[in-house]
C-alpha cells in the first residue's frame, strides 16, 4: 500500500498494479467507494496499463475527516496520487463522483492528462439529484450504511440484476459501502458544493474524451453523459445497453471492451473511433 499527504495534511491512500512498463492510468471512483469499485476491471486494465487506484479522501484507507468535502480538493488529491507513483501525466477514468472530479482535473490539470473516461456521471445539479443527494446524506447521518444500501440500491444497480441477487445485493450492499456516516455525508455534501459553472470550461479539454453511460442508468441518466459529450471537444459518447449506474461490474466485460479499445486509439494518437458494444454483440456506437 501506498499513501501520499495532501496540501492540507490529509493523508490519501493509493494502489498502484499492472503492466510496470504500462502508461499510468489513473482510476477514481464514486461517492462512498473506494478503489476496491474497480476489482473488475484490475486485470483487464492491469495487463496493459500501470494503474493508480484512488481511494478518495473519506473512504478505504485514507483519512476520513469531519465536515463537508471539496471536489476541486480531491482532484488535487488524486494528482498528488499520480505523482506519487511517480508520474507526471497519465490517462485519467473517473467514475460517478469520480467522473466529476476527473472533469475537473482536465479543466484545472490539462498538463496531467493523456485521455479521459468519464463515467456515469454528469457536469451539473439537477433539482430533483439534488433531493435526492440530501435525502441520502440525511439517512446515512440517522440511521447508517446499512438503511442507506437496503433502502438505495435501485439507484446503483439495474433492476433485472435486483430482482434476481436481491438477497445478496442487500447482504452485501453496506459492505460494498464501507464508509463511516459522517465521511459519506462529507463527500455528498462536496457534490452539493460543486459549482455548475464548471461545465462551461469543458470546452477547454483537448485530451481525447470517452463518455460512458448505461442505458438504464437512473442516477446519471444518458442525457448527463450526452451533454458533456457535446460540451468536450471531439469527445466520444458510447451507451452500454442494458447496464445501470454500476455498470463497470454489472456489464464489466463490455465496459473494459470499451474503454480499452479507447485507450489503444488514444495511445496511437486517436485516429480509431472506438464501437459501441451491446451486451452480447457489436453494434454502432450510440452519440458522436
Known amino acids: 500500500m501506498a499513501f501520499t499527504r495532501a496540501a492540507d495534511g490529509t493523508r490519501i491512500h493509493f494502489e498502484v498494479f499492472g503492466r510496470r512498463d504500462g502508461e499510468p492510468l489513473l482510476m477514481i471512483q464514486g461517492l462512498g467507494a473506494d478503489a476496491r469499485g474497480w476489482i473488475l476491471q484490475r486485470r483487464a486494465m492491469g495487463a496493459r496499463y500501470r494503474c493508480i487506484a484512488v481511494d478518495n479522501r473519506g473512504v478505504g484507507r485514507s483519512d476520513k475527516p469531519e465536515g463537508s468535502y471539496d471536489l476541486e480538493t480531491m482532484a488535487a488529491d488524486a494528482v498528488a ?25 482536465g479543466v484545472r490539470h490539462p498538463e496531467r492528462v493523456r485521455s479521459l473516461v468519464l463515467a456515469c456521471t454528469a457536469c451539473r445539479h439537477l433539482p430533483w439529484r439534488r433531493k435526492l443527494l440530501h435525502g441520502w446524506a440525511d ?30 445485493f442487500r447482504l452485501l450492499g453496506p459492505l460494498a459501502l ?25 470546452a477547454s479539454i483537448s485530451a481525447p474524451t470517452l463518455v460512458l453511460v448505461g442505458s438504464q442508468d437512473i442516477l446519471t441518466p444518458r442525457g448527463d453523459s450526452e451533454e458533456i459529450a457535446e460540451l468536450i471537444p471531439d469527445a466520444e459518447l458510447a451507451v452500454v445497453w442494458g447496464g445501470a449506474h454500476g455498470f463497470m461490474f454489472e456489464n464489466a466485460r463490455t465496459f473494459n471492451q470499451i474503454v480499452r479499445r479507447f485507450l489503444l486509439s488514444a495511445e496511437a494518437g486517436g485516429n480509431e473511433r472506438v464501437t459501441h458494444l451491446a451486451e452480447g454483440h457489436d453494434a454502432p456506437m450510440a452519440g458522436r
Open 81 to 105: 496520487c499520480l505523482r506519487a507513483a511517480g508520474f507526471d501525466s497519465a490517462h485519467v477514468m473517473g467514475a460517478s463522483m469520480g467522473g466529476v472530479i476527473a472533469q475537473i482535473i
Open 178 to 202: 464501507n464508509v463511516p456516516e459522517h465521511a459519506f455525508a462529507g463527500q455528498v455534501h462536496g457534490i452539493l458544493a460543486m459549482d455548475d459553472a464548471l461545465r462551461l470550461e469543458l
Open 139 to 168: 439517512l446515512a447521518l440517522a440511521e447508517g450504511m446499512g438503511s442507506f444500501a437496503s433502502e438505495n440500491m435501485r439507484w446503483l444497480i439495474g433492476s433485472r440484476s435486483l430482482r434476481r441477487f436481491a438477497l445478496p
